[in-house]
Nanobody, 125 residues
């Protein structure tokens, strides 16, 4: 069955960097748009970044623009989130997501077919 598994979360000081990975299986990865969401305690899940099936189109939330970069490797069925200049307000569970239509704008609008279980990112001040 379709599965998304995140890794790379952890504890980092403010100003530091982390790279999250998401491994996809059981789906046609090369025709699937991918993205990242996050959810902090007491807050709603929010969109972070999206990338279309080819990698040519990306979208970012205003809160992470210029600090985070989403990328994909279609030969390895992997999507990544490089996070730089991390802030305490970035602390959350980060979730990998997939949209079978292949459109990044669909991910941005929460049109999601499959979700990962999430990986914890904690940024200390």
């Amino acid at each position: 069955q379709e599965q998304l598994v995140e890794s790379g979360g952890g504890l980092v000081q403010a100003g530091g960097s982390l790279r999250l990975s998401c491994a996809a299986s059981g789906l046609t990865f090369k025709s699937t748009a991918m993205g990242w969401f996050r959810q902090a305690p007491g807050k709603e899940r929010e969109f972070v970044a999206a990338i279309n099936w080819s990698g040519a189109t990306t979208y970012y939330a205003d809160s992470v623009k210029g600090r985070f970069t989403i990328s994909r490797d279609n030969a390895r069925n992997m999507v990544y989130l490089q996070m730089r200049s991390l802030k305490p307000e970035d602390t959350a569970v980060y979730l990998c997501a997939a949209d079978r239509t292949g459109q990044a704008i669909g991910v941005m609008r929460s049109r999601i077919d499959y979700w990962g279980q999430g990986t914890q990112v904690t940024v200390s001040s």
